[in-house]
């Protein structure tokens, strides 16, 4: 047999395969917020190498999403790979019950340095939802331990999205989220209206008055406010004014509530700072660290607390916090956590962010003059175009991947978040590719 027979009969063996492999997928896997009985449409994945993700089908699709905030320095990184590597050839794993090792250790001191003052403990585990859910256990058991045992309700925004699982669904959006289909078992807590003074409007403290009036109605209640800074994601992508996160700080200390931040999409310089709640200059009492804290290798965790609230806790009824997942401080997972950090300030990550907001102020805003756009909006790395319609996610998913990128839109917004190594040419066939979806019907509902 030829060279020239051997290579269709390959590349034939491989699309049945991958045919096979994608059929199997589609009648078995359950993949994130689809049907089993009519499920999206899901793309097999061979590989992915800095800010391209290939396709067993051949197509090498520029990453818009960062595998939903995840992938910070782009995929397969050497340096991160090395990480692992290295970490892997001494231990992957070892409980965190009793014993204790130097990348856990390493980790949680660079999160201390790096967080606004004040956040001296470190919990770690195992994804952004459980971070969320060990704040909200912090908060309850804190006040348990100074007996203010009424105070046992969360206070949060509309709009907000904090994770799925059961704590976390309970202050998320109530009407958005997921509350309606778990209405009878989840806690019940108090939402005032979402933020609505914009990032780059002028303040007005009329945006808070409604929220002091529940902070004043239900303080006696109330063991923590719940927020994502500057930053509402999955509630559409919304910028709101830091004076509004100040103002929160400000009543939290008024009423005696603990402040929790949900830094779990915003940190890192996602929003050109550091941490997203830096915009207010507030140091919260909790703060919920995920997604990008390992660059997109393996899921990790962290929620940082004051001492008041470790020394509070530690000295209650208990004696300890009630909580203890057993990959709590994975070890691989810790290694290329510092690593990811590390490049983080090796790559100027300032630089990068700047760069990045620059394209997409001077591409990305111009749609808003498209007849199928509400508004634009781009802070740091985040780039968001509200249409006036919903997406149709298979049939826009399908035509990203024609046009050479990954974006995956939700509702009626199409949004990107790039790596931090994405540079200036692949940014725009990004806004190019949302461009010209924006003119085909098929896309839209």
Not at 72 to 94: C, D, F, I, R, T
Not at 431 to 444: G, H, K, P, Q, S
């Amino acid at each position: 047999m030829t060279l020239s027979t051997l290579l269709p009969n390959l590349s034939l063996q491989m699309n049945k395969k991958h045919a096979k492999l994608l059929e199997y997928d589609k009648s078995h896997i359950w993949h994130p917020y689809t049907s089993m009985s009519n499920p999206l449409p899901s793309y097999l994945v061979e590989s992915a190498e800095g800010v391209y993700i290939k396709l067993a089908s051949g197509e090498k699709l520029i990453d818009g999403m960062s595998s939903w905030w995840s992938v910070l320095h782009g995929y397969n990184h050497p340096k991160l790979n090395a990480a692992l590597l290295e970490q892997s050839q001494k231990m992957s794993h070892v409980m965190f019950g009793g014993l204790t090792h130097q990348s856990a250790i390493d980790l949680c001191e660079k999160l201390i340095n790096l967080t606004p003052s004040g956040l001296d403990k470190v919990f770690l585990s195992d994804s952004g939802s459980v971070a969320v859910e060990v704040a909200m256990k912090m908060a309850l058991q804190y006040h348990h331990a100074k007996d203010n045992r009424d105070k046992s309700k969360i206070l949060t925004v509309k709009n907000g999205y904090h994770g799925d699982t059961f704590a976390a669904m309970s202050v998320c959006d109530p009407v958005t989220g997921m509350h309606q289909l778990f209405e009878q078992v989840l806690m019940k807590n108090y939402f005032a209206p979402a933020p609505a003074v914009s990032f780059e409007q002028p303040w007005q403290k009329d945006d808070i008055l409604q929220l002091s009036q529940l902070f004043a109605k239900h303080h006696h209640e109330l063991a923590a406010f719940i927020i994502e800074p500057i930053v509402q994601g999955t509630g559409g992508m919304r910028f709101y004014h830091p004076e509004y996160l100040t103002a929160c700080k400000k009543l939290c200390q008024q009423y005696d509530v603990l402040l929790i931040v949900d830094e779990i999409a915003t940190g890192f310089g996602r929003t050109g700072k550091l941490f997203a709640c830096e915009w207010a200059n507030i140091s919260p009492d909790i703060m919920c660290l995920g997604k990008t804290l390992t660059g997109g290798y393996i899921t990790l965790a962290a929620t940082l607390c004051t001492d008041d609230i470790a020394e509070t806790i530690s000295n209650g009824e208990a004696g300890c916090f009630m909580h203890g997942p057993t990959f709590m401080g994975n070890a691989l997972a810790c290694a290329v956590a510092n690593a990811n950090i590390d490049l983080l300030f090796e790559n100027d990550w300032s630089s990068q962010v700047n760069a990045i907001e620059s394209i997409l102020k001077d591409f990305l805003l111009p749609l808003s003059a498209h007849e199928r756009v509400k508004e634009t909006r781009v802070l740091g790395t985040i780039g968001a175009v509200e249409c006036v319609q919903a997406v149709n996610v298979a049939n826009i998913q399908k035509r990203f991947v024609e046009l050479g990128v990954w974006i995956r839109p939700f509702g009626k917004l199409i949004y990107i978040i790039p790596p931090l190594i994405t540079e200036k040419k692949q940014l725009k066939t990004l806004i190019n590719a949302i461009n010209t979806v924006l003119d085909e019907e098929a896309c839209f509902i």
